[in-house]
């Protein structure tokens, strides 16, 4: 259900392009996005404007989704904001509580809706509506607000700005950049704001940025559903591309500043006096950020759900990843059962898109076990390499496959993640405090078995330590992730994992703090010290 406005006949400064707006987006949402009713309204008085969220709030009672779409003016005084009419008299800033419609009134007309209430304001026009002797209590643009329950409200323009009229074409920049996305197939309904918000960015030189505000539930809301078509799949990541090279490119200018300024302050100090000899070797500094790769296919081997792969690429949950840095790195795990086992760990990581890495890992393990006291030679030793992808740079596994070699035997197994679901929060960015949950149906499948199963995860980021506290070569901070693994089917016993996140390096990795040396991250049968002996950049 969809009330769309478009009010550009203004007594005083009137508007061109409103009218057009509202038709563009009311087709959109009838023909397009298959909404069940669109309220279309032109050029509305205060009493029209009552008399149509009256309407709006009648028809909206029980529907899934209930969405006003508001092309016109609007401004805010005291932190209020309001929709104005177009037979609205203005004379005093008082007179807006009595002549104009208030957010807040937009927003209880649609609060019946019982899965996502949206309200977008293309308003606060660049032609600003003028109100007689007010001085400060009336501002440009419209204040921020913080909706709740499934509650997303959409400015052209962010608090305290304006927006374009677009008077030279027949569509405002925002409602130009919202029809070219609003219908996209399988894209999550804040990516069709944010890739809006992209667009009128490039389209006014960041003179104009719009905003979302509110926030949703775990549950991932499309306004139209399906898969992306190739065209527009290619678009979307063209477009997903050139924006985290954007970023990354202003990420490596910053950092090559500071790089410098770092170089220049140390010549000052090597011409002002001598170096002093110390047997400590010194701590190096983070490497500048390496340029981000053009996006790489999926390895073919490995098994993932589309489906899958589609919300993890469109959901909030994992928004803003930041880029993967390292290129391998070597982590030597001793662990203490019956007897002692040494696990040599080898892992190389590679950038595909933005938050999903491919991982090449090899892990050689050698057994032993004591006797009488003494230990004994090596019984046993055996070797597995895997290929995977991984989602949240590394953190959530999508699918694998693994090789095990044992006294000669060659076993093949693969696993899956069948569904995601149940999301909460957000992984990025990754901060003390931060917590986030999610369950994964998952599928391991050997020549032995075929096992299906559902876990419930809930982390949190309990702990920060300093990233040299694992190696001498390392910079910046490590946040120790603390997730509780809950077996929904079959029903079992709840275990514990802990991993670190880098962030000069953009990955997870599980490896004990060694200066000082401290246990952290413990296996759920065995105890014993996982060790990062050494890690590459990408380059």
Not at 494 to 513: C, H, K, M, Y
């Amino acid at each position: 259900m969809a009330l769309v406005i478009g009010n550009a006949e203004y007594k005083v400064g009137p508007l061109q392009n409103p009218v057009n707006d509202a038709a563009a987006v009311a087709e959109a949402l009838e023909r397009q996005l298959k909404f069940d009713k669109v309220i279309l309204k032109r050029n509305l008085g205060f009493e029209g404007f009552r008399a149509a969220l009256s309407e709006m709030a009648r028809e909206s009672a029980g529907a899934e989704v209930a969405a006003v779409f508001f092309a016109g003016h609007g401004t805010e005084r005291d932190g209020r904001n309001y929709l104005i009419p177009v037979d609205a008299k203005l004379d005093r800033a008082s007179d807006l509580d009595l002549q104009a419609i208030a957010l807040s009134i937009v927003l209880d007309q649609i609060a019946g809706a019982t899965k996502l209430k949206l309200v977008i304001l293309d308003a606060c026009r660049n032609n600003v509506f003028p109100l007689s002797g007010v001085r400060r209590s009336v501002t440009r643009g419209l204040a921020r607000i913080e909706p709740e329950d499934n509650t997303l409200v959409v400015y052209a323009a962010k608090e305290g700005t304006t927006a374009d009229d677009g008077p030279a074409a027949s569509h405002s920049p925002f409602t130009a950049a919202l029809l070219n996305h609003i219908a996209t197939p399988g894209l999550e309904v804040s990516f069709v704001f944010r890739r809006a918000r992209d667009d009128v960015a490039r389209a006014t030189g960041n003179k104009q940025q719009p905003h979302l505000y509110g926030t949703l539930g775990g549950e991932a809301i499309y306004l139209k559903g399906g898969h992306l078509d190739a065209s527009a799949e290619a678009e979307v990541a063209r477009k997903a591309i050139e924006a985290a090279s954007a970023r990354l490119a202003e990420e490596q200018r910053k950092t090559e500043a500071e790089r410098r300024l770092l170089e220049e302050e140390r010549r000052k100090l090597a011409l002002a006096a001598p170096p002093v000899p110390t047997p400590s070797a010194p701590v190096k500094q983070a490497a500048p950020a390496v340029a981000m790769p053009t996006s790489e296919p999926l390895p073919a081997e490995v098994p993932i759900s589309p489906d899958v792969l589609r919300l993890v690429e469109t959901h909030p949950f994992f928004a803003n990843a930041p880029p993967v840095r390292i290129g391998s790195f070597d982590v030597d795990s001793t662990r203490f059962s019956d007897g002692g086992n040494v696990i040599q760990q080898r892992e190389a990581l590679r950038w595909l898109r933005q938050g999903l890495v491919r991982s090449d890992s090899h892990f050689a393990m050698s057994g032993s076990k004591y006797q009488t006291g003494t230990l004994r030679v090596e019984i046993a030793r055996s070797t597995w390499s895997s290929v995977s992808v991984e989602a949240a740079n590394g953190l959530i596994s999508l699918g694998s496959k693994r090789v095990d070699r044992t006294r000669g035997a060659t076993t093949n197994s693969t696993s899956r993640t069948l569904r995601l679901d149940k999301l909460s929060g957000s992984v990025f960015p990754v901060k003390l405090g931060n917590r986030f949950s999610y369950q994964i149906t998952g599928n391991q499948k050997a020549p032995t078995y075929n096992l299906t199963d559902t876990t419930r995860f809930s982390c949190e980021v309990t702990k920060q330590h300093e990233a040299r506290s694992f190696h001498a070569d390392l910079a910046g901070q490590a946040y120790l992730l603390v997730c509780d693994e809950q077996p929904i089917a079959p029903a079992g016993q709840a275990r514990q994992s802990r991993t670190f996140f880098f962030e000069n390096l953009g990955v997870w990795i599980a490896a004990d703090p060694i200066l000082p040396a401290e246990q952290v991250i413990d296996d759920a049968t065995q105890s014993g010290t996982h060790v990062l002996k050494s890690f590459k950049l990408a380059r």
